[in-house]
């Protein structure tokens, strides 16, 4: 341990509930809840018991709308790290870094040592985690653009980084993808040059065959697919159509129109037994492919990145109304000039976000009837605008009005300005990340009970996306810290450690 108390080497849990073997992690967990019936409250036990696979297997993402500017930015920005690439800038020398990602540049508190004072480490400290620089990316897109031409077209890089990394890929081409004018906007048919032909089955097959020929060409034991793609409208949902596992499918083989492009990748992911990430905000996951990742146990994860704004949003509603201030106003004004924002300018796109980013604050007003009646909940109005200009670097202006002691009121006014594909790479990559470290996860109630996966629908992602999708009947949590110490609770969980708690008793106790 260095003197600053952090931990660099593995961790390994000395407990008579923890056992290390070669190719696994067992650990014997008492998961605590407390039952609440009127006011009486009572404090209930369950022994859990995980498993994780300490092997990592190799691991490939193929990304729908590879070529964008997510897609090229996460390729790029992973190669980078990989070749430890330099490059020149105004500022001088730069490095390559994973800055922004969770899982690479955070630690979480694991004890304290012997003077009683914290010990962090990573989180790929705690539990294995794959090496991103061993991950294997390939994709889909519309546009038959290169990875390096669409990386230069997205004008995200500095020029000295593009210039050193456009000979690695060069090569990458985007496989023709589904492509449907009717669910995104109309202004993206001019890069589409790189379409799948046929009917939805046969398109359907075409992706199956593509998953299956990248596992095979390069040795890959895991594929995860995840959507970076353009925003599509909502899908309608329709009793007969897409209510269910059996009717999407029978849908698919009559080519109904109302199948969106997202929903075939995520059968044809789901089919392949691979890992499905949405990262848009489109309802990709209607009923009837929720039913069919339960019944392929396939994990599923959604919706739409979380990156600045909304990231800010479910901090600053859990300060001032955990601090007892009542919120009363959320505006949010967006302008960007990506090609995202494009798409976004078409009503019909705009809407999956506007939906996406309206219910971020829910949860935490929910939680508080002291201040907020029953049906009671701030004004929230969403606005984002597409100018040109600005190109990838997206400006948030933000304004919270809070009600506070004795009529007074409190108003607070955010500007922010990013580069919005250096905020969500990292995202995808940790999305990609913990993903696959829930595919090593088998969890049990009993000890006579066999090992199963965890719940296909992966809530355990919700701090990295803004709309998340939780198992039927689930909450959704919204608030970002209590998201994030959902994971780390988790992975301290895995490796047999009680929740971090926070009381630091052992200062408080004379
Ligand atoms: P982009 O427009 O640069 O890239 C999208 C790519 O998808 C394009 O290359 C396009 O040709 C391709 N595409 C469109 N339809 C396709 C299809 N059916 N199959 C395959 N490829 C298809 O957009 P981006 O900035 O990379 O964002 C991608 C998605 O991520 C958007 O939906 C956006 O709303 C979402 N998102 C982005 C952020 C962020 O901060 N960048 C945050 C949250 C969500």
Redesign the pocket.
Known sequence: MSETGFVGEPIVVASPNVEYSKNEIISRYEYRESRVNGNIVTPLNENLTFKTQRKIPKTGVLL??W?????TTLTAGILANKLKTTWMTKEGEQHANFLGSICRSVTMRIGIDNNLQPVYAPLFGVIPMLNPTDLDIWG????NMSIAN?MVR?RVFDYDLQRKLYPELKDMIPWP???SEDF?AAN?SE?ANNIIHGTKQEQLQTLRQNIRDFKQSRGIENVIVLW????ERYAELREGLNDTADNLLRSIEADASEIA?STLFAVASILEGCTYIN???QNTFIPGVIELSERHQVLIAGD??K??QTKIKTVLCDFLINSGLKLASVVSYNHLG???GK??SAPKTFRS?EISKSGVIDDVIRANRLIYGENEHPDHCVVIKYVPYVGDS?RAMDEYTSEIFMGGRNTIVLHNTCE??L??APIILDLILLAELCTRVQIKRTQDEEFSRMHPVLSILSFLL?SPQVPSGSPIVHSLFNQRYSITNFIRALVGLPPETFMLLEHKIP
């Open positions: 729908v709308g070529g964008g500017n997510n897609g889909w897109d519309i546009s669409a997205a993808s589904v492509y995104i993206q890069r970076t793609a353009n925003t492009p990262g848009s905000p739409d990145f990156t600045g990506n090609n995202d798409n976004l976000k997206k919005d594909s905020l969500a803004k």
